[in-house]
């Protein structure tokens, strides 16, 4: 699915939900607070705020130095979740890519309370880093943990430690497309419109989260 079918495909859904469908949905589950801050530098050209972005992206990535008995352990962490979500495929010492990179996860490195990829920057504690037209979901509260990032529509079933604990949620998707988290029996927990953060899914949700369905 091409970026411009999934648009499409997004339009319809959010038609849906201003309809009142989702919304009430949402409604049921608790109410949500988005929150969008969008920011600029006036008199600065496209250009040169890009190349100031990627220079600060740069300095911001630390040299990774593990023991050797940290690289053990993490490796060993990485072959648990390998099949987790159908064969997945090892891209870097902490990630996997599942559905031809449609589905990431990536663990936290050794030291690290927040899950991120070996050349991605270090965010502060508390922000999100989910990538634009991802939705993403943390292990922990306040974004940190093992971090799951979805491009394609469609449920999921949520597999370790997402099945025992969803904490924070990320719905960094174009504007007005959905996510929901739901249990067992596909009742909704908690759901949220793009742009959105959730830093807390509350206590229920947090355990009881067994599906993630995206878009």
Known sequence: MTPNEKRRTE??????????RIIAA??????????????GISG???ETRNTTTTQARIADVPEIKLTDPEKQALQAEVD????????GKQIGINEIAYEDNRLILTLPLPGEKKARAANEPITPLGVANCA????????DTNF???????????TIALGAPFNSSVGSIHNNQT???????LNGS?????????????????VGSRANARNWTVC
């Open 11 to 20: 339009k319809g859904i959010v038609t849906v939900i201003r309809r009142g």
């Open 26 to 39: 949402l409604g049921a589950a608790g109410a949500l607070v988005t929150t969008l801050l969008i920011g």
């Open 44 to 46: 600065a050209s496209a």
């Open 132 to 139: 634009y037209e991802y939705a993403c979901l943390w292990s």
């Open 175 to 181: 504007t007005g497309t959905q996510t929901l988290l």
């Open 144 to 154: 940190n943990g093992t971090r799951i990032a979805r491009y394609a529509c469609g």
């Open 186 to 202: 596909r009742q909704i927990l908690n759901g949220s419109l793009a742009p959105s953060r959730v830093n807390d899914t509350g």
């Open 80 to 87: 648990k979740h390998l099949k987790d979500y159908g064969g």
